[in-house]
């Protein structure tokens, strides 16, 4: 079991219930410095890199279990060849907290809260009617950027506020199941949403997706959110976009580097909300995340799924009959 600098107190309660419960718990910051020995499961974060060397070196792994919901520190597919079945904290309660956060973002860069709090800070005069720039929520032009839980259950929690279109770039699009979502192209995306708000795992296809062209087509005014991972926007880019005020603002919660280096031009940038890998993580969320890596844990071990299984294909690969 690896160490954490933002959930190490998370991993310390799972490894804790697990060695309750009668397993043999290795602790270490990096699992590629553990002396090589019989290894059934790691439990980790996605700050903790497995990469093929460390599977290679161990063939009687079952199965990685991430406490929260990313896994970008492993490559899927690999693990899936190999057998090795990968499950995370995806529960109802994280994903659910996280679709919130990002609708609380969303308002909170239309209707200009960081400008508002900032001018009660300086002591500006209240803005006339006709210099207003708020805009409402209702009738906005949604652009979501991958479809998974967090993005789907936005669209759930959004029925009924009278957002304008919503659409969709994804590679699994679901049409049927989403009739109220216009899967499209990148480029239409970013085009014609005012919100374009980020949904991807990190992976070398989305690295840098979102780069100073894509930037450039985004409408004047439109706003960028992005609560997954850091990385998949460039930073600079984003900053000079933010600084000539062709997009009104971002709300960016993960970053290339964390913490957020002090240099970092987003730490300059205006109309910009900054948050450090936090933004959502409410006490509902962390609550249920280590009975998730518990159950995850003890089911591969048992030879039995995973209730938060990653690859599903990687159980024709199964190991001692993980069913």
């Not at 497995?50 to 929260?68: M, Q, T, Y």
């Not at 860069?109 to 209702?138: K, Q």
Request: glycine content about 10%.
């Amino acid at each position: 079991m690896g160490t954490d600098r933002v959930l190490g107190e998370l991993l310390d309660e799972i490894a804790g219930q697990l060695a309750a419960r009668g397993h043999r718990v290795v602790r270490a910051a990096d699992p590629r410095n553990v002396e090589d020995g019989p290894l059934d499961a790691l439990v980790l974060t996605s700050r903790t890199p497995v990469g093929p060397s460390f599977l290679d070196r161990h063939p009687e792994l079952r199965g990685v279990v991430f406490a929260s919901s990313g896994v970008n520190s492993i490559d899927v597919t690999d693990a899936t060849r190999r057998g090795v079945v990968v499950a995370n904290g995806a529960t109802p309660e994280n994903y659910g907290s996280m679709a919130e956060a990002t609708i609380m973002l969303a308002l909170a860069l239309r209707l200009r809260l960081p400008d508002r709090l900032a001018a009660l800070a300086e002591r500006r005069p209240r803005p006339r009617p006709a210099e207003l720039d708020s805009h409402s929520l209702r009738g906005a032009t949604l652009g979501l950027i991958g479809f998974g839980r967090i993005a789907r259950e936005v669209c759930t929690r959004l029925a009924g506020w009278g957002t304008g279109p919503i659409l969709s770039h994804t590679r699994t699009p679901r049409p049927g199941a989403w009739p109220q979502v216009d899967f499209c192209s990148l480029d239409r995306c970013l085009t014609e949403a005012d919100i374009v708000s980020i949904h991807l795992p990190l992976n070398d296809a989305t690295r840098g997706l979102i780069g100073a062209p894509e930037l450039r087509r985004m409408q004047r005014g439109a706003v960028l959110i992005n609560t997954s991972r850091g990385g998949i926007v460039d930073e600079v880019a984003l900053s000079d976009a933010l600084h000539r005020g062709h997009i009104a603002g971002a709300a960016i919660d993960t970053f290339a580097v964390e913490p957020l280096p002090a240099d970092s031009p987003l730490r300059g940038a205006p109309n910009a909300i900054l948050t450090d890998h936090v933004v959502g993580h409410t006490v509902e969320m962390y609550g249920s995340l280590v009975p998730a890596a518990v159950e995850n844990a003890e089911c591969i071990l048992r030879g039995e799924r995973p209730p938060y299984l990653v690859n599903p294909d990687a159980l024709s690969y199964s190991k001692e009959g993980v069913t």
